[in-house]
């Protein structure tokens, strides 16, 4: 089992910044890669980003390329979220979830964290 627990959410205006954090617990070991998910009011989950443990490569979603970036501490099981330029439109719940090597789908999940971006 693996345990996520986000923080740092909160309230910003548009054009600010904000970093997100994820703290994995349990067994970190298995973890393949860590992605980030937000969902807005009435709308589905999304994709956000993601990051490999080993390597530390990512992705991300279109539209938030060039304005988000994601990195890993490995030796604290960190993962972080920074996000720039931010808009109304990321104003969501963002989740932290972890993969494991051997699934090939996202089987932990943290509780979320609340993101408000004020026009």
């Known amino acids: 089992q693996v345990q996520l627990v986000e923080s740092g959410g909160g309230l910003v205006q548009a054009g600010g910044s904000l970093r997100l954090a994820c703290a994995a617990s349990g067994r970190t070991l298995d973890i393949y890669m860590t992605g980030w998910f937000r969902q807005a009011p009435g709308k589905e989950r999304e994709f956000v980003g993601g990051?490999?443990?080993?390597?530390?490569?990512?992705s991300y979603a279109d539209s938030v390329k060039g304005r988000f970036a994601i990195s890993r501490d490995n030796a604290k099981n960190m993962v972080y979220l920074q996000m720039s330029d931010l808009k109304p439109e990321d104003t969501a719940v963002y989740y932290c979830?972890?993969?494991?090597?051997?699934?090939?789908?996202?089987?932990?999940w943290g509780q979320g964290t609340q993101v408000t971006v004020s026009a």
């Open positions: 979830a972890a993969r494991p090597t051997v699934a090939l789908r996202w089987v932990y």
């Open positions: 990051i490999k443990w080993s390597g530390g490569s990512t």
